[in-house]
């Protein structure tokens, strides 16, 4: 058989996987790189072919795919409009997923002076991990929230993975985990990170338990919180690492803490708000910095953390930019206490607010 026989016979085989889209393979075909049909199934190729076309009709940057070869190993296909993505760029949000990249080919398909690049990655999943159509399509969105900087990259998101977790649940982990890092947790935010991946099942029952508490369609949540926290308890005694116990202990005595959220409020255009808060009865929060304020609230975004300390249920006081990322919330606390001591007479109950712009705007000091 020639070349140009066994590339037709190729081409139909594509038309075939693609059924009421054949037409497909006639358009994309002067598109296809060269080596394209030699690398790829045809079963796989009207996948890609599905997938360029629909980036190139819509007014989207990039899309994905997670898929199974036929030899059982997996690839995780990048369709990007204009420039490729550096491995440098690509790797990181990779890896953070739980995803290890084992080999990457890129294909540019050329339209009119445009290109449409795919970065075809091999992928090698967690021995223990099942991946199931769900957990795909939730590690694909997270990705793309990656990419596009609407999440933060991190250890947090091989909960995915690992724990069936939503980015959105994610997030809640990540905001209570950044909090303790204000208040002088002694373990680093990579160790928090770990110990979560470390105890998927415990990462999920604390989604589940925050979920049964604030979620308004949460059903019988009474009930559940009950169920959840003795499950919690029965996990958290089978815990074997002191620290990690310690450090699992303390996120849900957070989420105790919490006495109201915004985590399930809808943005005015749909899906959630990018930004979380929690408001907390510092009482509760175990190790907590003297003074205590009657009422904390924490926000916690990609872009900026914030933290609001009220000392009385009638307070009043300022708000400031911090460039103290690390411990900005000391440095309020500060403040608090030098209002306690010298402005007590003129304000008997203040408050004190401050915040960090983890991205800042282009050239802003």
Known sequence: ???????????????????????LASLL??????????????????????????????????TTD???????GWRFRIYRRG????????????????????????????????????HDVGVAVP?????????????????????????????LNRLVLLAGLTARQI??????????????????????????ARHAAISRLLVALFSARFDPAAQDGGANVTDLLAELADALDAVPSLDDDRTLRSLLALIDATVRTNAFRMAEGGGYR??????????????????????????????????HLRNGRIARGGIRWSDRREDFRTEILGLVKAQIVKNAVIVPTGAKGGFVLKKPPSGAD
Not at 66 to 71: C, E, G, I, T
Not at 281 to 286: A, F, I, M, N, S
């Open 83 to 118: 420039e490729s993505i550096p491995l440098a760029d690509m790797l990181p949000l990779l890896d953070h997923l739980g995803l290890r990249a084992l080999d990457e080919r890129a294909f540019g398909f050329g339209f009119d002076g445009a290109t449409v690049w795919l």
């Open 274 to 307: 990018p930004v979380l808060s929690f408001k907390f009865d510092t009482r509760k929060v175990p190790d907590l910095p003297l003074p205590r304020p009657m009422f904390e609230i924490w926000v916690c975004s990609p872009r900026v953390e914030g933290v």
């Open 29 to 62: 075909e002067p598109a296809m790189p060269a080596g394209y049909d030699e690398l790829n199934e045809p079963s796989v190729a009207a996948l890609d072919f599905i997938n360029i076309d629909a980036l190139a009709n819509s007014t989207a940057e990039i």
């Open 1 to 23: 058989m020639t070349t140009i026989e066994m590339a037709d016979e190729w081409l139909d085989a594509v038309r075939a996987s693609l059924g009421a889209r054949a037409d």
């Open 171 to 196: 997030e809640v982990l990540r905001a209570y985990s950044r909090y303790l890092r204000q208040i002088g947790f002694p373990f680093s935010q990579q160790y928090i990170e770990a110990t979560l």
């Open 66 to 72: 997670l898929l199974q070869r036929v030899d059982g």
């Open 127 to 155: 021995a223990d991990v099942q991946l199931t159509d769900a957990t795909r399509a939730e590690v694909q969105r997270c990705f793309l929230a990656e990419f596009s900087g609407s999440i933060e990259v991190d250890g």
